[in-house]
């Protein structure tokens, strides 16, 4: 079988976004500028963003039987995004965050999961045809943990790359034999400390983390490091990947967008450190933006972007 394209499977959310002069801090009001509603939920936005930079996506997912789902339902259909494996819920609401965004670009987060929470295994099971065509899946833990790895076997039994984004730090431990599932491990700055037990403050703290991960037995370890860029480490060694300068605006998406475009860069061909500076590009794009699907770039847009950078 010819295997082609991306299957994400993961999360959707409505984002209500309010941009604040600074974060508020606890017990605190802080007047907004303006508020916008826009796609967000960690899967939907990578999904969104490896079908705009040109690849065929397959987005397995769950949303409520209510206004925000079916708002979210025709934005993939306009995107271009295969939305077979798309559930609705009869008793469980679409996804919201509530995000609040800084002058820097910084954020706060707080997300009501409503129908992601019931994504089930057997979801992804009646997904496992389109699974079996791709060449990559990538899976986020905004969903069950359980679904997570259904996913992971699955593309793991059916031959296509296998990336874990670890987002949002999951509270507790994962579990030892997850990892073994896990082609490319794909955490930011504090999903690495959760995960590895070590701080994380630089590429050589990063690159302790990343060793300590690879000795869970994932095939490799992506860490981001927002402005910093990214490490590479795997059993062939480490690399940094240096971020791109860019006026940020809103960190909201950045990480998503940098997965779906490591994920799309790998299934094109490219190296591991390749992949990551590609990664690199589209989330400085996206940071240059408001919204979390809103701000992602398409595939020429990285491109003259990647031009004007040499």
Sequence with gaps: M?????VVVGSSNTDLIVRVPRL????????GDDFVTAGGGKGANQAVAARRLGAPVTFVARLGKDVFGEASLARFDAEGINTHDIGRDDEAPSGVALIYVGEGGENMIAVAP???????VDDVRRAQPAIARSQALIVQLEIPLAT????????RAAGARTILNPAPAPA???????????????????EAEVLSGLSVSDFSSAERAGRALLERGVGAVVITLGRQGALVVSPLGSQAIPAYPVRAIDTVGAGDAFTAGLAVALASGASLTDAARYGNAVAALATTRSGAQPS???????????????
């Design 172 to 190: 507790a431990p994962l579990p030892d034999d997850l990892y073994p599932l896990v082609d490319i491990l794909n955490p930011n700055r504090s």
């Design 2 to 6: 010819k295997k082609s394209g991306i």
């Design 296 to 310: 992602l770039p398409t595939q020429t847009e990285v491109q003259a972007f990647l031009d004007a950078s040499r």
């Design 24 to 31: 508020p801090r606890p017990g605190e009001t802080v007047l």
């Design 148 to 155: 997570v790895r259904e996913g992971l076997s699955l593309a």
């Design 114 to 120: 409503g129908a992601n929470a019931r994504l089930s």
